[in-house]
C-alpha cells in the first residue's frame, strides 16, 4: 500500500511519468480491501477472546470442582477402609473382652 501511495505521489508531482489516476484506482481499492480485513480482524480478535475468556471460566470451574470430587471418593474409600477396620478392632474386641470374663 505504501508502494503505491508513493508511485501515486511521484506521478501526481512528476506528470510526465504518466497519468497518475491509474495507480490512485487500484490504491483505492487496495485501501478498501485493506480496510474490510482490518475490521474481520477486529471481529475475530474479540471473538478469540471471548472464547478464551469462555475457556479459562470452564478451567477454573473444573479445577475447583474436580479436587472436591476427588476428595468425596477418596473419603468415601477411606471410610470404607476405616469402617472394615472398626469392625475388625470392634469384633476382636470382644473376643478379647469374652476371654477376659471367661478368666474372671
Known amino acids: 500500500m505504501r508502494a503505491l501511495q508513493l508511485m501515486v505521489q511521484t506521478y501526481t508531482e512528476t506528470p510526465n511519468f504518466g497519468d497518475a489516476r491509474k495507480f ?17 480482524m477486529t471481529i475475530l480478535t474479540r471473538d478469540l477472546d471471548l472464547v478464551e475468556s469462555k475457556m ?9 470442582a474436580t479436587p472436591s470430587r476427588s476428595l468425596l471418593s477418596m473419603n468415601t474409600s ?7 477396620r472398626d469392625s ?4 476382636s474386641e470382644v473376643d478379647g473382652d469374652d476371654s ?3 478368666g474372671d
Open 78 to 84: 477411606n471410610s470404607t477402609v476405616s469402617d472394615k
Open 88 to 91: 475388625v478392632s470392634f469384633g
Open 56 to 64: 479459562n471460566l470452564n478451567m477454573r470451574h473444573s479445577l475447583l
Open 24 to 40: 490512485q484506482q487500484e490504491l483505492d481499492i487496495v485501501s478498501q480491501k485493506v480496510h474490510q480485513l482490518e475490521q474481520d
Open 100 to 102: 477376659n470374663m471367661d
